[in-house]
Each structure stands twice: as C-alpha cells, then as structure tokens.
C-alpha cells in the first residue's frame, strides 16, 4: 500500500457520459498529480494541485476538470467521454516543495469507454 | 514534444545478467532525474534518482549514470531477477517558479528477465 489511494479501480461507462474519478494523497503530502496512461503510451501530466490551488495544467483537454477539497483528496471530472478516453489514470502526491523531489502513485483508476 | 524519450519499448534479459534501460532526454532545464518500475494493476514506485550534479548513483543491484552532455541517462540491474520483470519509466523533473516540481515521464521500457 503505497498511501495514495484511488477509487474506483475499475470503472466502465458509455460515450457521453460523465464520471468521477477520486484521490486520497498520502498522510501529510499537499500536492496531487494527475496521470493518463493510454495504451503503449507513458505517463501524460495532466493536473497537479497544491493544497486546494491549481498549481500546473499539462495536457488536459476542456471536457476534462478537477478540484482538491480543503481535505486535499482530489476529483476528477471527466465528462462527454468519448471511446479515446479509455486509459488508465494514475494519482500521485508529494510532500511540500523543497522537501522531496519524489511521487507516491495510487494503483489507478481503469477506465474503459464503450 | 517528448521530452524524455524511452527508444526501446522492450527489452528481454537471462537471469543473472546486466540489464541496461536507457533513455535521452531534450530540456536542458531537467535538473533531476528519476527511474520509477511499474507492475501490471499498480502504480508506479520510485526506484532510484539522480542529481544533475553527480554521474551516477548507485543503490544495491540499481545504478544510475547520467551524462550531461550527451543527454543521456541509463539504469543498470545487476544481477537481473525475475522479479524485476516489469516495466521501467524514466523521469525528469526541472524546477518550475515556487520551486514545484514538473515531473515529466517517458513512455516506458518492458523488461523481462528470463529464468
């Protein structure tokens, strides 16, 4: 158990339909990261939160959102899915800047579009 | 633009042997460097980092080495285990204004080590 925890695991959903996808950081960690990993792909950035504020977007389309809550756990929002949604989305935290240049991934959310 | 770029998307080794997973990287911003191992159903967990400042760090069977100049990193597993089967990303990270780190991440080497 790695401290981040991510739910669902698993999730299957038609085109055009919204879901949630949600993070818990690891005890006292104040950054979230958001991942996608789509097939033979790396790791794309997509977000990265510091408590509660949106600090970086990477390649995170407009049907795409996400918050961090005062609890710092995170959500995201992604909606009008469409079957090139399908991918594997990783969370990560980290400790404060200047303390640690390393992630604590969660095991993924699998999201498969049909 | 790939950034860090991971060339060989697989790599089969024989147990006991050297295994060396390498990747080129193009911003010369990139500061600090990680490797991170991925099993199937997890996440991916830290390996090893090295600094811009050093050429090679070495932890138990897992050394890195960097050559600045050349834009280069490679990790190397001796002696290579079955269990070290999986699938290794390479990372950067450059320091961004506040001093947050933007991580960036190859697409991933597949190492299988064979019994």
């Known amino acids: 158990d790695s401290g981040v925890t991510q739910t669902p695991k698993h999730l299957i959903t038609a085109t055009g339909q919204r879901v949630t996808l949600r993070c818990s950081p690891r005890s006292g960690d104040l950054s979230v990261y958001w991942y996608q990993q789509s097939l033979d792909q790396g790791l794309q950035f997509l977000i990265h939160y510091y408590n509660g504020e949106e600090r970086a977007k990477g390649n995170i389309l407009e049907r795409f959102s996400a918050q961090q809550f005062p609890d710092l756990h995170s959500e995201l929002n992604l909606s009008s899915l469409e079957l090139g949604d399908s991918a594997l989305y990783f969370c990560a935290s980290s400790p404060p800047p200047r303390v640690s240049y390393g992630y604590t991934f969660g095991s993924g959310t699998r999201l498969t579009v049909v | 633009d790939q950034q860090v770029k991971q060339n060989s998307p697989s790599l089969s080794v024989q147990e006991g042997r050297i295994s060396i997973l390498n990747c080129d990287y193009t911003?010369?911003?990139?500061?600090?460097f990680l490797w991170y191992k991925k099993y199937p159903a997890e996440g991916p967990t830290f390996l090893i980092s090295i600094s811009s400042i050093k050429d090679k760090n070495e932890d138990g069977r897992f050394t890195v080495f960097l050559n600045k100049s050349a834009k280069h990193l490679s990790l190397h597993i001796v002696p290579s285990q079955p269990g070290d089967s999986a699938v290794y990303f390479c990372?950067?990270?450059?320091?961004?204004?506040?001093?947050?780190?933007?991580?960036?991440f190859g697409t991933g080497t597949k190492l299988q080590v064979i019994p």
């Open positions: 990372a950067a990270s450059a320091r961004r204004s506040g001093g947050y780190q933007k991580v960036t």
């Open positions: 911003n010369s911003m990139f500061d600090y």
